[in-house]
């Protein structure tokens, strides 16, 4: 394998295991999709520019199916209300949400942004900002 094509590929593989830190199932698809598509272009094309549209089509691909995942996980609370989902507000401390139906603040930290959140006290749920 040509040394340029070989770090190509490494750099883009890195740049997919930096960017899988995505808490969302889109961006989780788009990281995975770009690294093995930059793998494969690379190896089917054997040069920096195969590999590179390998990682952009791989990338989009990955993005379509994570969002149709996402989309997916959202159906399993039921349908959403008229307008969607209301958003949580945010607090003056890093990780806490005021729930938009009774102000109950919440520790959201481990909730990717514009995930479901269900409030204890209504059973409604809410997105994090």
């Known amino acids: 394998m040509n040394k340029k094509l070989f770090t190509a590929v490494c750099g883009v593989a890195l740049a997919a295991f930096v960017l899988d830190s995505c808490d969302t199932p889109t961006g989780q698809g788009a990281a995975a999709g770009a690294g093995a598509g930059a793998i494969i272009g ?10 590179a549209l390998g990682a952009a089509i791989g990338a989009a691909t990955g993005a379509l199916i994570g969002h149709a995942i996402q989309e997916d996980r959202a159906r399993e609370y039921g349908p959403p209300p008229p307008g969607g989902y209301p ?10 949400f005021l729930s938009p139906y009774t102000g109950r ?14 409030d204890v006290d209504t059973g409604q749920l809410f997105r994090r900002p």
């Open 105 to 118: 603040a919440y520790d959201l930290r481990g909730v990717p942004p514009g995930g479901l959140t269900r």
């Open 87 to 96: 958003f949580a507000r945010r607090t003056d401390r890093p990780g806490m």
């Open 42 to 51: 690379g190896l089917a094309g054997r040069g920096p520019r195969s590999a």
